[in-house]
């Protein structure tokens, strides 16, 4: 099964290794321009691997061309430059340039995760799955949800600033694109993407990227309205130049340095405003006017002072968004005035500062940190810096919001947004299982399911959903609840629904349905309940601490024990399966005295997320969550366990790994150095050798959990002809 991928593999190192002898010469403008960006910030080595993603981008999509002709690594190389302009991180950089690589060519994550590291696999993973989600654009309620589960879906703040990046480019060269997929992204933009950018604070984007997607979707009403507001700026430019000359000199004399430019407000918000207050174009008055920037928040209230003394205010239309800041953070003093020629004329003066966050929001932390060197900070951290900046400037305003409690939810979500059949999105509570899902929809339907799909595959019911997911269900309406879901369940909703179907069976009901449950696992193994000796039956009671043979068969039928654990403790010795197993280093719900193994297919460790099977014949059998075989197993829901590994394990697991080499004599002496001195010894080894110049070595160790297994790699990867490392699964 691994076999294409091992061949995709050598030839994309082949091939990187040949393009990297090329001269740089030849790139694209567009990657000279970003070298040259982010040399502002970013030191050599930062470069040198910013580069070396560019060369893998250019070879992944060598074949692709964009509508323009340009190769097309020139889109996410310039929306890389996006993000440059902000100062953004190295790993933001790289994975920007690599963003299109996993959704349209054959690289894979594992590429990335070897070459650049999980972080950027991650961050191009989390892009592409952003991209893979299909929505149509719907009315506002609906709209809001797409936006937070999109936010949801990006965990990492970094996935939107790329998603972003790369939207804004996209509509930037929309030009030779067919229109219907002009439409499309055009409401898409305006709908979602645009929203999320404001929301983050990133207005400059925000602007542009409604100016365009509003120019798309209404070419005349934007030609229109950019023809009038030329027409208008052309009469006004000499009086706006003198102004702007009177200004700066009134200034210069009050020793203040300033920058003084005029500005046009956004097409597509003045648009929204002739709508909203059903107004013309003459109508609005704020359409021009001044900014001025200046260096000190004092210097702020003194150029206001000095503006006031040189033109008369219009009354009422000052504001002081330095004192109180707008809800999203930004600052600014605004005033109008009238001009020497008795116009009218919107003034903003803001600080550099202010200037900067009120463009850039979320993203103005890496720039201010980008000053600082290098940092460790989390992006997350940067997020949430963010945020608690915005709070405590609403704080001093004495402005408690609601938008910043929403926008918190936004960026630290817990909640998953997951698709219906049809299309909704519905919202649970972050760790809901399939099953919740269920109930969520009805408690009928959760009563009553019998399969769930996600995504087009089924799935054990207690499959945590995560954000974007597709969940359909299967329903039978002669089905009845099983128990055991009450471990499988996490909404109050999806609980108290099955509890109410429990315990509305008496005692007695619950005895029968127990009895049933426990005929049924016994008639798989080819066995009758009445087969079972009384002695057995109180041998079983006695061990497990029970009083009576029916309180055992209620448990079951209240979900308190599996019945198939209960039915391979009381088959204990008949078949002939050791049921007692040594001391486990796992605690399992429900599963006492029953036999643990692990998996071969997918080699679970202490720290993998694991899930066990109830397997016959061998007790339960533990798989990494992430286990190939897992869709195999799933056929049969009610087998699955959930488990989780102790806290103190003393045990060390086999764990197989893949290695590609140069053909070096040593390499296996220096591989067997390195795993002894790291407390670890090698089972078993395999060499492959590849066109006599590369060797694939496969080899199985011992490790303790996975930090004993990622220091081991981290060393290995270091030895000298080791061209890369993976841990192999299944
Ligand atoms: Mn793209």
Known sequence: MSQPATKKKSKLLTISNLVSRRAPRDYPQAVHDLVVQVKSYLNRAAIDDIVEAYKLGAWAHRNQFRKSGDPYITHPVQAASLLADFHLDKTTIIAAILHDTLEDTEVTYQDLDDKFGKEVADLVDGVTKIGQIEFETKEHAEAENIRKMLLAMSRDIRVMLIKLADRLHNIRTLDSMPRNKQLRIAGQTLDIFAPIANRLGLNQWANELQDLSFKTMYPKRYEKLVKTLDRKQGNRKAILTKIKISIKEHLRAANIKARVYSRKKNIYSIYRKMQKKAVSLDEIRDIYGLRIIVDSRDHCYLTL??????????????????????????????????????????????????????????????????????????????????????????????????????????????????????????????????????????????????????????????????????????????????????????????????????????????????????????????????????????????????????????????????????????????????????????????????????????????????????????????????????????????????????????????????????????????????????????????????????????????????????????????????????????
């Open 305 to 730: 002072g000095a503006i006031h003394s040189l033109y008369k205010p219009v009354a009422n239309r000052f504001k002081d968004y330095i004192a109180i800041p707008k809800i999203n953070g930004y600052q600014s003093l605004h005033t109008t005035v009238f001009g020497s020629f008795g116009e009218v004329l919107e003034i903003q003066i803001r600080t550099e500062k202010m200037h900067h966050l009120s463009e850039t929001g979320v993203a103005a932390h890496w720039y201010y940190k980008s000053f600082g060197g290098e940092s460790n900070i989390a992006p997350q951290e940067h997020a949430r810096q963010w945020l608690v900046d915005l709070l405590d400037t609403q704080k001093q305003a004495g402005n408690p919001s609601e938008f910043l409690e929403h926008l918190k939810v936004d960026l630290f979500p817990d909640e998953v947004y997951v698709f219906t059949p049809k299309g909704d999105i519905k919202k649970l509570p972050q760790g809901a299982t399939a099953l919740d899902f269920a109930y969520s929809i009805h408690s009928e339907i959760g009563n009553s399911c019998i399969g769930i799909e996600v995504n087009g595959s089924p799935v054990p019911f207690y499959t945590q959903l995560k954000s974007g997911d597709h969940v359909k269900i299967q329903t039978d309406k002669h089905s009845v609840p099983s128990p055991t879901w009450l471990n499988y369940v996490k909404t109050a909703k999806a609980r108290a629904s099955l509890r109410s179907f429990l315990h509305g069976n008496r005692r007695s009901d619950s005895i029968k349905l127990g009895q049933k449950l426990l005929e049924r696992e016994l008639k798989e193994e080819g066995l009758a309940l009445s087969a079972i000796t009384e002695e057995r039956k109180s041998a079983l009671i006695e061990r497990i601490d029970l009083g009576s043979w029916d309180d055992l068969l209620a448990d079951i039928g209240q979900g308190k024990r599996l019945p198939l654990v209960v039915m391979y403790q009381l088959i204990d010795d008949v078949c002939g399966i050791r049921l007692k197993a040594e001391p486990s280093p796992l605690t399992i719900e429900g599963s006492e005295g029953v036999m643990v193994n692990f998996a071969r297919c997918c080699h679970p460790i202490p720290g993998d997320e694991i899930l066990g099977y109830f397997a016959e014949g061998k007790g339960v059998v533990i798989h990494t969550q992430s286990c190939p075989n897992r869709a195999e197993y799933s056929k049969h829901p009610e087998k699955w366990i959930p488990v989780t590994w102790s806290k103190d394990i003393d045990r060390s697991f086999p764990v197989t790994l893949r290695m590609d080499t140069k053909n070096k004599p040593g390499v296996l002496a220096s591989l067997a150095t390195v795993i002894a001195a790291n407390h670890s010894n090698i089972n078993t080894v395999s060499v492959e050798e590849r066109d006599g110049k590369f060797s694939i070595i496969r080899f199985t160790i011992e490790v303790e959990n996975r930090t004993h297994l990622a220091t081991i790699i981290r060393k290995i990867r270091a030895l000298e002809g080791v061209i890369k490392i993976s841990r192999v699964k299944g």
